[in-house]
């Protein structure tokens, strides 16, 4: 009877331990993978870039990963809307804000991709998958933060091979923490 007791015991202390160390709602996941994010662009001269442009991509992929799971949206949003967002929405930038969410609902919808950040043509799987698109359209963003206003007709932003290089391979890891984010997301809601 007492190795039932010290082993129920174990099982709540260790239920216990498990559940603290895990991200209690959505806001905290955003937080955590927004660092997780910002950080491969460190080797970059584009983390500034990354800095405002990660937040608008995890809520649009977040919000798409419940929407493509049929989970409650609503949730999501009341969790990282007024938590997370306003750090980047004040009066001065709300039109900015505005901006992006209709940029990626645009995109998300079969919009123009554009891919001007990539060192090569984009292969159509990337094309065709919303939460691919959304990750190509961010890094143009990153690339060049002004061709959201005309991104159709954006000009090509020049800079050096090795910058280039160097944002291929951050898109690829950003690509691998954004999947981490939506699994995440699905598994909290």
């Known amino acids: 009877m007492l190795y039932v007791i ?7 202390v260790v239920f216990f331990v498990i559940m603290s160390s ?13 660092e997780k994010a910002l950080s491969c662009f460190d080797s970059t001269v ?23 799971v049929h989970k409650d ?4 949003a009341r969790q990282v809307a007024p938590n997370v ?15 992006h969410m209709a940029f990626y609902a645009h995109i998300v919808q079969g919009g123009y991709l554009w891919g001007g950040w ?10 065709e998958n919303p939460l691919s698109r959304c990750m190509v359209a961010c890094g143009d963003l990153i690339n060049d ?12 932003v020049l800079c050096g091979i090795t910058e280039k290089m160097k944002l291929n391979q951050a898109m690829i ?11 995440a997301v699905d598994k909290a809601i």
Do not use: H
């Open 6 to 12: 010290i082993g129920a015991v174990l099982i709540i």
């Open 22 to 34: 895990k991200p209690k709602d959505c806001k905290q996941i955003m937080e955590k993978y927004y």
């Open 46 to 68: 584009f983390k500034e870039n990354a800095a405002y442009e990660l937040v608008p991509l995890l809520y649009v992929i977040g919000d798409l990963t419940l929407v493509s």
């Open 73 to 76: 949206r609503m949730k999501y």
């Open 85 to 99: 967002i306003p750090d980047c929405i004040n009066d001065k930038n709300r039109k900015r804000w505005d901006d």
């Open 118 to 127: 990539s060192l090569s043509d984009l292969p159509s799987e990337l094309k």
């Open 145 to 156: 933060p002004e061709c959201i206003e005309d991104y159709e007709n954006a000009p090509l």
């Open 173 to 183: 890891q950003l690509s691998n923490v954004a999947f981490e984010y939506c699994k």
